[in-house]
């Protein structure tokens, strides 16, 4: 499995920006399909992004359409989720999530990462 490690997050106000990064190791970076997973307080861990294998394909949840941008460099092994129109209602942990399976991704993803907290102020 592939082990996942998330920065950027922090507090900003609505109207803002952040940018998210996922560092991954392990097993080879280029044979995943990467996503983003969120956890508000009191409510289910929910789908955010997914990017394809060669980041030929992305997929976001309807909430995040047009305000959020999945993309990856396989190079780098590094999985990066820019958020900007942020809105108190994304406030919430992120995790960074791999599947060797792009169907797999956007439910039950192989790996987790530990989250990284995100916080819009209004």
Known sequence: QVQLVES????VQAGGSLRLSCAASGRTFSSYAMGWFRQAPGKEREFVARISWSGAST???DSVKG???IS???AKNTVLLQMNSLKPEDTAVYYCAASQSIVRITTTPDSWG????????S
């Open 8 to 11: 950027g997050g922090g507090l």
């Open 59 to 61: 997929y976001y949840a």
């Open 67 to 69: 305000r959020f941008t």
């Open 72 to 74: 990856r460099d396989n």
């Open 114 to 121: 530990q989250g990284t907290q995100v916080t819009v102020s």
